[in-house]
Nanobody, 124 residues
Framework: QVQLVESGGGLVQPGGSLRLSCAAS????????MGWYRQAPGKQRELVAV???????NTADFVKDRFTISRDNAKNTVYLQMTSLKPEDTGVYYC??????????????????WGQGTQVTVSS
């Protein structure tokens, strides 16, 4: 049974930073792409960043240069480093996998499993 467990969310002031973690189990982690999504109140869930098994990444334009996705295959964990946070970054952040990343088109096909989500609130 695949399990994805997020952690690291919280309340942060504008301009601050957070690092989210997603610990995966029940899958051959290093063989799959993983993704981070977020959902703001009243909005649809949107893709934030993806990472291929070998570490190729793609980040949404609205967080580019502020958010960085990474992974540690030895720890079965994917991270989302968030800097220069803005109030509009507020939402629930979800880990997804095991997915497929097509580097030629920068397209990510979401996996069937989601974490429980971790709340990120950016407010002064």
């Amino acid at each position: 049974q695949v399990q994805l467990v997020e952690s690291g969310g919280g309340l942060v002031q504008p301009g601050g930073s957070l690092r989210l973690s997603c610990a995966a189990s029940g899958l051959i982690f290093g063989a799959y792409a993983m993704g981070w999504y977020r959902q703001a109140p009243g909005k649809q869930r949107e893709l934030v960043a993806v990472i291929s098994p070998s570490g190729n990444t793609n980040t949404a334009d609205f967080v580019k240069d502020r958010f960085t996705i990474s992974r540690d295959n030895a720890k079965n964990t994917v991270y989302l480093q968030m800097t220069s946070l803005k109030p509009e970054d507020t939402g629930v952040y979800y880990c997804n996998g095991p997915g497929t990343y097509y580097r030629s088109t920068s397209r990510y096909t979401a996996g069937a499993y989601w974490g429980q989500g971790t709340q990120v609130t950016v407010s002064s």
